[in-house]
C-alpha cells in the first residue's frame, strides 16, 4: 500500500518536471532551436494547429529558424501567427520560406528572463512539495485506519522526504543550467 502511494507520488513529481522542461524551453535564449515555435497556432482552414503541424521548423544557423509551411497557400498565414505570437519575433518572407531571426537579449531582458525562469522553478518547486504534503496525508491516513505500524508510516514518511529531495534538487540543477544558458552573450 505505502508502496503505491511512493509510486504514485514519484509519478507525479516527475510530471512536476517534465511541465519544467517543457515551460523552460519557452523561455527563449538567443540562440535559435526550433521548440521556440511549440506554442504558436496557426488557422488551418478554421481549426487551430501547432505550427509543426502545418510547417517544417529546421534551425538554420544559430541565430536563425526557417520555418517552411507544408502548402505555399499557408505562407501568409504562418507568417502572422508567429507575428502575433507573444515571443517578440519578426519574421521574414523569401518566397516560400519564412526565416525568423532571434534578436540579442539586452541585459534587462536576461534579467527579466531569468526571473520568470526562477518563477517556474519555484512553481515546480511547490507542486513538488503539494505531492508530499498529498502522499504523507495518505500515509497517516493508513495509520489512522490501522493499516499500518507506526514504523511503517515513519519509513513511508521517509522515503517520500527523500523523493522530495532528489526532485527538488534536480529543479535546482535545471535552473542553474537555464541561468547559466540565459547568461552566455
Known amino acids: 500500500m505505502i508502496n503505491e502511494i511512493k509510486k504514485d507520488a514519484e509519478s507525479r513529481m ?12 519557452k523561455i527563449r535564449t538567443g540562440r535559435a532551436h526550433t521548440s521556440i515555435l511549440d506554442s504558436v497556432m496557426v ?12 510547417a517544417s521548423v529546421n534551425v538554420e544557423d ?9 502548402e505555399k497557400s499557408m505562407v501568409p498565414k504562418v507568417e502572422k501567427a508567429i507575428m502575433t505570437s507573444d515571443l517578440g519575433l519578426n519574421p521574414a518572407t523569401a518566397g ?10 539586452t541585459e534587462e ?8 525562469a526562477r518563477s517556474e522553478a519555484e512553481n515546480a518547486r511547490v507542486a513538488v512539495r503539494n505531492v508530499r504534503r ?22 513511508g514518511v521517509e522515503d517520500i522526504q ?11 540543477k535545471l535552473l542553474e543550467a537555464k541561468e547559466h544558458d540565459l547568461m552566455q552573450v
Open 14 to 25: 516527475k510530471k512536476s518536471l517534465d511541465a519544467l522542461h517543457a515551460n523552460f524551453n
Open 43 to 54: 488557422d488551418y482552414y478554421g481549426a487551430q494547429m501547432p505550427i509543426n503541424q502545418v
Open 62 to 70: 544559430a541565430r536563425t529558424l526557417s520555418v517552411v509551411p507544408w
Open 96 to 105: 516560400s520560406v519564412i526565416r525568423v531571426p532571434m534578436p540579442m537579449l
Open 109 to 116: 531582458t536576461r534579467k527579466g528572463y531569468i526571473k520568470q
Open 134 to 155: 498529498d502522499a504523507n496525508g495518505d500515509i497517516k491516513a493508513l495509520l489512522k485506519e490501522k493499516e499500518i505500524s507506526e514504523d511503517e508510516e515513519h519509513r
Open 162 to 172: 527523500k523523493l522530495t529531495d532528489k526532485y527538488i534538487a534536480e529543479i535546482d
